[in-house]
């Protein structure tokens, strides 16, 4: 069965220091995957997604992701964070073109503080 | 462009209660619509899912049902709330399976559920 993996429940960084958020999948073929933001009290944005081709991919607000088939990840880094970045994060997979379903499978989420 | 709504944003309901949450999108036609919960701690969980007006999946059997009697609406519902049932419901829409290339799900706000 497909399942998401963010290994961190939480993480406190430091202003202006550089964010990796982990996130692991297992699925036998390549995934579709996501990563969303989430403000306390608020609904999911998206901030990026991987279908195929560059590994690297840029989202919104200075994120940026990196699929790695290799180890399974496609992990979350931002250069430098802001304290708007505060808030939780998910990780999330879909089946691969070939695939037919709707279901999108969530990580637990990782909640990040900011320290001024 | 595609909005989504849901209603209302918050709620405090007795248990045994009923329950009805409303979601509907605009700038789209034919979406797939879907319920996700949120209970505190866990990651997002997937309660129903439509493809069509009347086309139901529940993907947890579970004291809630879900309807879709338009195009574009979609309720959830419940007639006798459990303590159980509290939790942070997110309405969200997608246009076509997950598995195809540029498909995404966008999220409402959610509606905070607590029942007491």
């Known amino acids: 069965a497909q399942s998401v993996t963010q290994p961190d429940i939480h993480i406190t960084v430091s202003e202006g220091a550089s964010l990796e958020l982990r996130c692991n999948y297992s699925?036998?073929?390549?995934?579709?995957l996501f990563w969303y933001v989430q403000s306390p009290g608020q609904g999911l944005q998206l901030l990026l997604k991987?279908?195929?081709?560059?590994?690297l991919v840029q989202g919104i607000k200075g994120f940026e992701a990196e699929f790695k088939r290799s180890q399974s990840s496609f992990n979350l880094r931002k250069p430098s964070v802001h304290w708007s970045d505060a808030a939780e994060y998910f990780c999330?997979?879909?089946?691969?073109?070939?695939?037919?379903?709707?279901?999108?499978?969530f990580g637990t989420g990782t909640l990040l503080a900011v320290q001024p | 462009s595609q909005t989504i709504h849901q209603w209302p944003a918050t709620l405090v309901q007795p248990v045994g209660s009923p329950l009805s949450l409303e979601c509907t999108v605009e700038?789209?036609?034919?979406?797939?619509l879907y319920w996700y919960r949120q209970a505190a701690g866990r990651g997002l969980q997937l309660l129903f899912y439509?493809?069509?007006?009347?086309?139901i999946s529940s993907e947890v059997p579970q004291n809630l049902s879900a309807s879709r009697p338009q195009d574009r609406q979609f309720i959830l519902s419940s007639k006798k709330l459990l303590l159980s049932d509290s939790g942070f419901y997110l309405c969200?829409?997608?246009?076509?399976?997950?598995?195809?290339?540029?498909?995404?799900?966008?999220f409402g706000e959610g509606s905070w559920l607590t029942v007491v």
């Open positions: 969200a829409w997608s246009k076509g399976l997950l598995s195809r290339t540029g498909n995404t799900i966008y």
């Open positions: 699925y036998g073929a390549t995934p579709y």
């Open positions: 991987y279908f195929s081709g560059d590994t």
């Open positions: 999330a997979v879909a089946p691969g073109y070939g695939g037919a379903t709707n279901k999108l499978i």
């Open positions: 700038g789209t036609s034919n979406p797939n």
């Open positions: 439509s493809v069509g007006i009347g086309q």
